[in-house]
């Protein structure tokens, strides 16, 4: 199973409108994705469900996690790395069978020019350290409001060529 984590929980985000491209795509070519937007998760998950706690809330969450095989993590830049709610969410999953040995495709945005780059290298050594397999095809999209239409797709030429690259790469991997 592939599920698609849009890594902010900022609501009615661009990163949402990229997830949900990327899930379409997928479905496109045949293989269907869930999609996992941080603005669900519980609001006291740093209460709740760090170090070896587990509430009810969560368990749904991380049911979700267990079962997946792929993951796409669609990240937005903060503050020059990645939102620390994706952190958050790594942290509160039970380690290190949630990740261990699975597999990840890593996307960046930003409002500016270089498209998360730290972000998407910050959290590739996340990913390294829990054993999580990243596809060597990692893509930054800067200026991302300029990139999607008035429906929240993407329309640019290069950036289609590049995401249907690294789709397609993804459903190989």
Same mark, same amino acid.
């Given at each position: 199973m592939i599920t698609i984590i849009a890594a902010t929980n900022r609501p009615n985000s661009n990163t949402l409108k990229v997830a949900k491209y990327y899930q379409q795509q997928l479905k496109l070519k045949g293989s269907d994705a869930k999609l996992f937007s941080l603005e669900h &998760?519980?609001?006291d998950v740093l209460n709740t469900d760090m170090y070896g706690k587990r509430?009810?809330?969560f368990q749904k969450i991380q049911d979700l996690i267990s079962s997946t095989e792929k993951f796409i993590f669609i990240m937005p830049e903060y503050n020059g790395s990645y939102p620390g709610?994706?952190?958050v969410l790594v942290d509160a999953c039970n380690y290190p069978d949630s990740f261990y040995d699975k597999k990840a495709a &890593?996307?960046?945005v930003s409002s500016g020019k270089y498209g998360n780059i730290?972000?998407?290298?910050?959290?590739?050594?996340?990913?390294h350290y829990v054993h999580l397999h990243v596809l060597p095809l990692?893509?930054?999209i800067p200026n991302i409001k300029q990139e999607l239409d008035e429906n929240g797709n993407l329309f640019k030429e290069d950036t289609l060529k590049f995401t249907?690259?690294?789709i397609d790469k993804f459903i190989k991997f």
């Open positions: &998760l519980p609001a509430s009810v809330a709610v994706l952190k &890593l996307v960046g730290r972000g998407v290298d910050h959290f590739t050594g996340v990913c990692r893509l930054h249907d690259e690294q």
